[in-house]
């Protein structure tokens, strides 16, 4: 499992080794999301979502197993990469993973809601503005754990 962010968002590939060249067996993108009703960032709730996504997709062609690969990027607790880590796993593909990276409450964007809810009551003008993107797609950032289960549900059903 391959773990990419970038400023624009999350991409999550499923990859066989080859000698002749490496497979993709399959890929989610942070962007697909918005056909889920999510507003997507590079943030931790994306991707979990991305990853749960791109899992499933893994499933379908016969992968039931993975390792992570996540490049340049420094292994610290709570970051992207781990709470994709987590969608696949929650997607129901295998692996060796130390719990301790994964941070629940971050993958469901209860930190975003309560900066959000801080911040509205606070300082209505940067409340406006940090939140710009998620407010002009009507989603307030207050009700995000909500949002997110939903998606999260619309995923897995799908």
């Known amino acids: 499992m391959v773990v990419r962010k970038s400023a624009k968002g999350i991409v999550v590939q499923f990859i066989e080794f080859s000698p002749s060249g490496d497979k993709v067996l399959s890929c989610a993108q942070s962007r697909e999301l918005s056909s889920f009703g999510w507003v997507p960032h590079c943030n931790s709730p994306t991707a ?3 990853g749960l996504l791109a899992a499933k997709r893994a499933k379908k062609v016969g992968v039931s197993g993975f390792n992570l690969d996540i490049g340049m990027q420094t292994p610290s ?11 696949a796993i929650d997607a129901g593909l295998a692996t060796n993973y130390q719990k301790k990276m994964i941070e629940e409450g971050r993958i469901r964007g209860e930190a975003i809601a309560s900066y959000a809810q801080q911040l509205k009551s606070s300082n209505p003008a940067k409340y406006s503005q940090i939140f710009s993107v998620y407010l002009k797609n009507n989603l307030p950032p207050e009700n995000i754990v909500n949002v997110f289960e939903a998606v999260k549900q619309k995923i897995q059903s799908s």
């Open 48 to 50: 979990y979502l991305v």
């Open 77 to 87: 607790k709570g970051s992207v990469v781990f709470a994709a880590l987590q969608g």
